[in-house]
């Protein structure tokens, strides 16, 4: 009798995966932030800011997407990008899409 492999294969690093981040608090309302992340076909790591802000039933009123400006080698290079944002300029690519 063969046994089947147990083995399960993780997420395709090729598909935009996100990543939630600290929320913003602007205009008094509360804004989810991710980084959407993905592996692009030249082996290097390509990611973009999704800011989503909910009414108070938690229905989606509104998201926002930045162009795929941050850019690393690694991921690990790609999170360095993100991280050495500060808060306000993650606030100003918000307003700036608005």
């Not at 089947?4 to 008094?28: A, I, K, N, V, Y």
Request: charged share 25%; hydrophobic share 35%; with cysteine.
């Amino acid at each position: 009798m063969t046994s089947q492999s147990l083995r399960t294969s993780g997420p395709d690093p090729h598909d935009p995966m996100p990543f939630p981040l600290e929320p913003l608090r602007t205009g008094g309302a509360q804004v989810s932030v991710a980084l959407v992340m993905r592996c692009g076909e030249d082996g290097g790591w390509k990611g973009r800011l999704r800011f989503t802000q909910c009414d108070d039933a938690g229905n989606l009123r509104e998201e926002r997407l930045t162009a795929e400006i941050f850019r690393g080698a690694s991921e690990a290079e790609l999170w360095q990008s993100v991280h050495a944002l500060g808060e306000h300029h993650i606030r100003d690519l918000y307003r700036s899409l608005g």
